[in-house]
């Protein structure tokens, strides 16, 4: 990997909290990450629905906080580069999450509660922009979907190019950056 600029770590740092608010749902901490105003965000999320602005974001939130549990990312950056005021972090990983309480928060019974782990695969999108004009870097897009197993070959490749021998985060060309969390104070 080459150096990363300051921008870049910027960037890495937000990419981190933002994976790392997933963790147990930290509505506050994730809010750090995005623009204020309520047309500034866009969301492709992973459920498969688009959100609009970091409130409507914060009531999904909500409601999966009612109803899961949800642990830490295993996430690997692919790629992550800021040209001048706009920059993008791409990234892989699994997202353990489990589907334990019902929407009013009551526990579900044992044969009912679900393994929700997700394989995924992500595009950030930032601007050097808070959402009221200060030179602040806030995610403005993501975008997440499902990635197939670790042991499946893509299409017209052979199984040497399957996640899970190529290594997560790894191209071709360069090697993945693993998002370090630290639990606890």
């Avoid at 963790?23 to 204020?36: A, C, G, H």
């Avoid at 409507?56 to 001048?84: F, I, P, Q």
């Avoid at 005021?85 to 044969?111: C, H, Q, R």
């Amino acid at each position: 990997m080459t150096d990363r600029t300051s921008d870049e770590q910027r960037l890495l740092q937000l990419h981190h909290d933002w994976y790392y608010s997933n963790f147990n749902i930290n509505i506050p901490l994730m809010r750090t990450v995005f623009p204020r105003g309520e047309e500034n965000f866009l969301m492709f999320n992973l459920n498969g629905h688009p959100y609009f602005g970091v409130d409507d974001l914060a009531d999904l939130w909500s409601y999966y906080a009612r109803t899961g549990r949800w642990g830490l990312c295993a996430d690997y950056v692919l790629r992550v580069e800021a040209l001048g005021d706009l920059g993008y972090v791409l990234s892989e990983g699994t997202f353990p999450a489990w589907k334990v309480k019902d929407p009013d928060g009551n526990f579900l019974p044992d044969d009912q509660q679900r393994d929700l782990t997700l394989r995924y695969r992500s595009t950030e999108i930032y601007k050097r922009d808070d959402g009221a004009g200060q030179p602040e870097w806030k995610m403005w897009h993501f975008h997440c979907s499902t990635r197939p197993p670790d042991d499946e070959a893509p299409p017209a490749k052979t199984e040497h190019d399957a996640a899970g021998v190529r290594g997560l985060g790894n191209t071709p060309y360069s090697v993945g950056i693993r998002t370090e969390y630290k639990v606890g104070p």
